[in-house]
């Protein structure tokens, strides 16, 4: 990453601008990291993350799942012929948009005040680096939604097209979780130790396992539900 050396207080726009100096090469490297979670994580607490990746990244996601819906509805249509049409469904994007940002930036942010001011941790991530960590592992649901787009071509498989949306649904939410997980507990493990309380580690990852099994259950619910047409 470019070096963070910006000037300035709080109410400064150049004081924001470290959150945004990243380049291409930087943002595809950390794209792949999130993506790859059989590498080692290095330790980087000390960085303060960038907000660019996880802001466009985010945004892609919310695209591509619309996108995803879309087509499969249109196809869905397109097969099962008639005067069926598909019925533009656009609170979908806005869906997605309130619950993709709003998971990635309100559990970054109550997990870090209440590990930091609750539990006077040390050592521990910025709160732009755990947003950075949440935004980028969102990266691995770009190809789950593409793979969406399946379903439309399964309208009369119920089996298998219910198999499909499960398959895609978990490999995401996994993939996202192990991401998340590997990058966060070392950081987190030490700071518990720091304050002596190593257990302290386990409840705040299992806070955090908890909310992402139910940001999991919301992207089953609204985004690989069931394909639907109007006459």
Request: a positive charge; aromatic letters at 16%; one cysteine or more.
């Amino acid at each position: 990453m470019v070096p963070n050396n910006f000037e300035g207080g709080l109410f400064s726009i150049n004081h924001y601008r470290r959150y945004f100096n990243i380049n291409t090469t930087d943002f595809f490297i950390n794209v792949i990291r999130s993506i790859n979670v059989v590498q080692k994580f290095e330790d980087q607490e000390e960085e303060i993350g960038d907000l660019y990746g996880p802001i466009w990244v985010t945004a892609t996601v919310c695209f591509i799942l619309f996108f995803s819906n879309t087509s499969s509805n249109l196809l869905k249509s397109w097969l099962i012929g008639g005067d069926d049409k598909y019925q533009y469904n656009f609170s979908l994007l806005t869906g997605a948009i309130s619950l993709l940002y709003g998971y990635t930036v309100l559990i970054p942010f109550i997990f870090y005040m209440i590990s930091v001011f609750y539990f006077k941790l040390t050592k521990f991530f910025t709160l732009s680096k755990i947003i950075s960590i949440y935004g980028y592992a969102n990266s691995v649901w770009i190809p789950s939604a593409i793979f969406g787009v399946l379903r439309g071509l399964l309208v009369n498989h119920s089996v298998l097209n219910g198999i499909l949306k499960w398959v895609i649904v978990l490999i995401g939410g996994i993939v996202s979780a192990v991401s998340i997980g590997l990058k966060v507990y070392p950081v987190l493990k030490n700071s518990t130790i720091i304050v002596g309380n190593e257990k302290l580690s386990f409840g705040l990852m299992g806070c955090l396992a908890i909310a992402h099994l139910g940001f999991i259950i919301a992207i089953k619910v609204l985004f690989f539900g069931d394909l639907k047409v109007v006459n």
